[in-house]
């Protein structure tokens, strides 16, 4: 285990070895300024619990259909580690401003917090602005921008969220009915979503498809068990799409197509 700056905050220098993971406390713990363990803990379990099962259905696959175990369960340790790594900054940089007796953190207390004050109902009004920090505090803007499993598609779909990122709500229209996207995004595995005028492709037992009628285009998204985007492209190329579902032991045994 490595310190930063506290006996309390700690994170493990693996979060993985051989078939032995760490997740939760066991893998990283906080100071309790924010209050980040129970969403990091929980985070870390759906992470891994996806590409356990996924793995499991891609161990009949090779390296030659595009499938590589190691890939897939090595990017448990690529994001969640990084993703621990800013909770600790986080919740050490809260501690710090709250409880430290250093001369500068106690000037911030005692005089700064002070003269600020009055300005703190006009930042409350700022709705985005509470809006950002709520997300930033629970954990909604954690991504995996840099992980393997985060493909950009070409040509690249502009005005998405990119792979890797949360994937927000929203109010989208799905055969014929409105409704909310996370509400239809509830069945496990992965969720390809297609623009209105996007190519048709077939679902399977580890892919749902859903049109979204309300979003013009012919490209799609695809969303990861844990709700984070994965892949997307401007053009639902099926060539592109079954590589990134073999990449994550989804694809199916015959390449996606029309």
Aim: with cysteine.
């Amino acid at each position: 285990m490595v310190g930063a700056g506290s006996a309390a905050v700690r994170s493990g220098r693996r979060f993985r070895r051989g078939r032995l993971f760490l997740a939760g406390d066991a893998a990283h713990t906080y100071s309790p300024a924010t209050g980040q363990g129970m969403n990091a803990g929980i985070q870390d379990a759906v992470n891994l619990g996806w590409k356990l099962g996924f793995a499991t259905n891609g161990a009949g696959r090779g390296p030659a259909e595009g499938f590589d175990a190691e890939v897939l369960l090595g990017s448990y340790e690529s994001e969640r580690r990084a993703a621990a790594r800013g909770r600790l900054v986080l919740t050490h940089a809260a501690f710090w401003a709250e409880a430290s007796t250093g001369r500068f953190p106690a000037w911030l207390r005692a005089v700064a917090a002070p003269r600020a004050a009055p300005a703190f109902p006009v930042l409350l009004g700022r709705r985005r602005l509470v809006a950002e920090a709520v997300r930033v505090v629970s954990q909604l803007r954690v991504n995996y921008r840099r992980s393997p499993l985060s493909v950009e598609g070409t040509p690249p779909l502009r005005g998405a969220p990119r792979p890797g990122d949360r994937l927000p709500d929203a109010t989208v229209g799905v055969a014929g009915a409105a409704g909310r996207l996370h509400a239809v995004l509830a069945r496990p595995g992965v969720h390809l979503l297609l623009q209105r005028d996007a190519a048709p492709l077939p679902s399977g037992p580890w892919v749902t498809v859903l049109r979204l009628s309300n979003s013009p285009g012919r490209g799609l998204v695809a969303v990861r068990p844990d709700g984070h985007v994965g892949f997307r492209c401007a053009a639902a190329d099926p060539v592109e799409l079954t590589g990134w579902l073999a990449l994550i032991g989804a694809a199916p045994s015959a390449p996606v197509g029309p």
